[in-house]
């Protein structure tokens, strides 16, 4: 009769753990989706900051195109004509963007990031003179400005303080 106790007990302990053993469909499903929800709350996030990575660039470039402006107003008292002139190392065009700098007038000078794919911003700067009226001393101010739209299309400064209508600030 031991023996018989010990097979039923032996056997009652294989077949519960045979019966808890895995996952049931039900909870399989319902972890594949709380998965899915989840990823498609968080995609469309990493899909624009691949989009904002490749925007640093432009700002980058327009704000150095700036620096450089400056620069060489400060060591020539006139703006450069072209981006070569400004010496920052700056390639006209890249993957996304075709760059530009651009003497205006004799106090105002431009620089831009236009890009070449569509969902992209495109990005303005402006650099101008600004003379104090007590001491006649002459500096430079500049401003970035980014496009509210995504696309090509520039929407240039009105001078080193304002930007166009169809931009916004950048950093202030």
């Given amino acids: 009769m031991k023996t018989e106790l010990k097979v039923k007990f032996i056997q009652h302990i294989l077949g519960k753990k045979q019966e808890n053993e895995g996952f049931t469909l039900i909870e399989l499903l319902v972890v594949i989706i709380i998965i899915g929800i989840l990823s498609a709350i968080a995609l469309p996030s990493f899909l624009n900051q691949a989009n904002k990575a490749k925007q640093s660039e432009a700002r980058t470039y327009v704000g150095s195109m700036n620096k450089g402006q400056q620069a ?42 236009n890009t070449t794919v569509a969902v992209l911003r495109t990005y303005t700067g402006g650099v101008s003179t600004v003379q104090d009226s007590t001491t006649s001393d002459v500096t430079s101010i500049a401003i970035l400005c980014e496009k509210k739209a995504p696309g090509a299309g520039l929407d240039n400064p009105t001078d080193g303080q304002n930007c166009g209508s169809n931009s916004a600030p950048v950093g202030n």
């Avoid at 008292?77 to 003497?103: H, M, P, R």
Wanted: no cysteine; charged share 15%.
């Fill in 72 to 113: 060489y107003f400060t060591e020539k008292s006139d703006f450069a004509s072209d981006i070569s002139s400004l010496g920052v190392g700056i390639k006209s065009n890249t993957v996304n963007y075709q760059y530009a700098s651009a003497k205006q007038n004799a106090t105002f000078a431009i620089s831009s990031g």
